[in-house]
């Protein structure tokens, strides 16, 4: 009798809660949104990255390191990447390069994503901030560059799109950015304040989102992304500046966002005008699985410079020894032609012809068995959990009733 009781209490709260999931305005269901700094491969030239001051600190050269990063190849698990922005309505990508984009799939085709960036050497970067709109439609957009100039020849620059998206099954509109912005100690040397290097940012938040008579921003907004600064230099930000006032910061749970190897280990966060929101960062705080894969990197750079060390040694000691040869070929020759055409070279030379020859040959195997190992070139895993940012995910309601 309990039992019966007990399953008719169960398939009446399913049938109260179908009730009220019916009832209930769509538009309750929360946001999912994620943001990542993937941490793209071309930037690990940069000296701030870890395996770089690493071999610095071994005695390795500078440019022999450069050389072996280039040469380095990194991989991607689609599966992995295309799971986790599945999960979400829209993703915010940061430093997103050919290599993320084609690991993506099909995927990629939902993107919205800016200009190649121009680095601090004022130089373009396979890298941009992007969008991808998994279960959201664009409705409007605007671009908004980001820009300083350190030195009057260079220019850097990154382009941020501000997007207006609508959710797919309740039309529920919201204002988005994929935000990247540059270390505010590089915008200040550059004599620029902050609030004027965001200048084109608040232009296209105010184009897309709508302003009221009051000046406020009409469409719920919210930037998310590796703001390169701690939430409380935002914050001071939103104090000073009226515009900016109307952001309230969203810092997700977890502890330390980014490796110390960054300007801040608390700049990936979010900022937002309106709704209920709460972050959480993937992954642990003490970046075990970075430090893991940084000591790969370094490994790897280690070998692949050693390797070439040696094979350009086996090549230089080769050709020393080719130009041997050919001295004691050319010397027995001499000897026969001053003697007697049927008069055969002293035995010295020729032994050491035949020695010369052998360990010329010798050389040129190894060299070969070299290059093998230098075309082997392994690639390294790149997952979610091994970059030096922690993916953020945030969920949030911009209804209550």
């Not at 991607?76 to 915010?92: K, N």
């Not at 620059?157 to 935000?179: P, T, Y």
């Not at 104090?239 to 006032?245: E, G, L, M, Q, Y």
């Amino acid at each position: 009798m309990a039992r019966s009781h007990g399953r008719t209490f169960s398939i009446s709260l399913l049938a109260v809660t179908l009730i009220v999931s019916s009832i209930l305005p769509l538009h309750v269901q929360p946001w999912k949104i994620a943001a990542w700094n993937q941490h793209r491969k071309s930037s690990y030239f940069q000296k701030d990255c870890v395996w770089v001051s690493r071999l610095q600190r071994l005695g390795y050269h500078k440019q022999d390191i450069v050389d072996a990063i280039a040469d380095l190849k990194v991989r991607y698990s689609p599966g992995e990447l295309q799971r986790w922005a599945s999960g979400y309505d829209v993703v915010a990508v940061q430093e997103a390069d050919p290599l993320f984009c084609e690991a993506l799939g099909t995927l990629s085709l939902r993107m919205v994503r800016g200009r190649n960036d121009l680095d601090g050497r004022g130089v373009q970067v396979e890298s941009c901030s992007a969008l991808i709109l998994r279960n959201a439609e664009c409705v409007c957009q605007q671009s908004a560059v980001l820009s300083f100039k350190p030195s009057r020849r260079v220019t850097v620059s990154r382009e941020h799109f501000v997007v207006r998206v609508e959710r797919q099954n309740d039309g529920e509109q919201l204002v988005i950015c994929s935000v990247h912005f540059h270390v505010p100690s590089m915008i200040s040397r550059s004599r620029i304040t902050l609030a004027e290097y965001l200048q084109p940012l608040r232009a296209a938040l105010e184009s897309v989102a709508g302003q009221g008579a009051d000046g406020r921003l009409q469409v719920p907004c919210l930037l998310l992304g590796d703001f390169n600064m701690d939430p409380s230099m935002f914050n001071q930000l939103s104090h000073d500046d009226p515009f900016w006032k109307q952001f309230q910061s969203i810092v997700p749970e977890g502890g330390a966002t980014a490796h110390s190897s960054n300007p801040s280990m608390q700049g990936d966060f979010a900022v937002t005008t309106a709704g209920e929101w709460q972050g959480k960062a993937m992954g642990s705080p003490g970046f075990q699985i970075f430090e893991r894969y940084a000591a790969q990197v370094s490994q790897a750079l280690c070998e692949r410079i050693h390797l070439k060390h040696a094979h350009r040694r086996c090549r230089e000691a080769r050709t020393d020894l080719q130009e041997m040869e050919d001295s004691v070929s050319h010397a027995a020759g001499s000897v026969v032609r001053l003697h007697s055409a049927e008069m055969e070279a002293p035995q010295a030379l020729r032994d050491s012809l035949h020695a010369v020859r052998a360990a010329r040959l010798q050389l040129l195997r190894a060299e070969h068995c070299l290059d093998h190992s230098l075309r082997r070139n392994v690639p390294l895993r790149r997952s979610l959990l091994n970059s030096d940012h922690r993916p953020l995910s945030f969920e949030g309601m911009l209804s209550k009733d």
